[in-house]
Nanobody, 121 residues
Framework: QVQLVESGGGLVQPGGSLRLSCAAS????????MGWYRQSPGKQRELVAQ???????NYVDSVKGRFTISRDNAKNTVYLQMNSLKPEETAVYYC???????????????WGEGPQVTVSS
């Protein structure tokens, strides 16, 4: 069984910073891309940032220059450093991993439960 366990959410003032972490555990054969999505009330879930196993990154335009995604392959962990946060970025942030277990021939998406990030004064 695979689990994605996130940490690091909370309340931060506008302009502040937070760092999210997500560790994948369980019976994992390999992990391809890992990423972070967010969803606020009434809106669709959107991709924030993604990183491949080789370290190639991709960001939504609105966070470029402020957010940094990284990963530690040895720990099956992905991080999201968020700087200069804005109130409109208040959302639940979900960790995502495209991974394969030993029992499966194909990789599939796994999701964490998502920490709440609230940007407010």
């Amino acid at each position: 069984q695979v689990q994605l366990v996130e940490s690091g959410g909370g309340l931060v003032q506008p302009g502040g910073s937070l760092r999210l972490s997500c560790a994948a555990s369980g019976n994992i054969f390999s992990i391809n891309a890992m990423g972070w999505y967010r969803q606020s009330p009434g809106k669709q879930r959107e991709l924030v940032a993604q990183i491949t196993s080789g370290g190639h990154t991709n960001y939504v335009d609105s966070v470029k220059g402020r957010f940094t995604i990284s990963r530690d392959n040895a720990k099956n962990t992905v991080y999201l450093q968020m700087n200069s946060l804005k109130p409109e970025e208040t959302a639940v942030y979900y960790c995502n991993a495209d991974l394969r277990t030993p029992a499966s021939l194909m990789a599939r998406n796994y999701w964490g439960e998502g920490p709440q990030v609230t940007v407010s004064s």
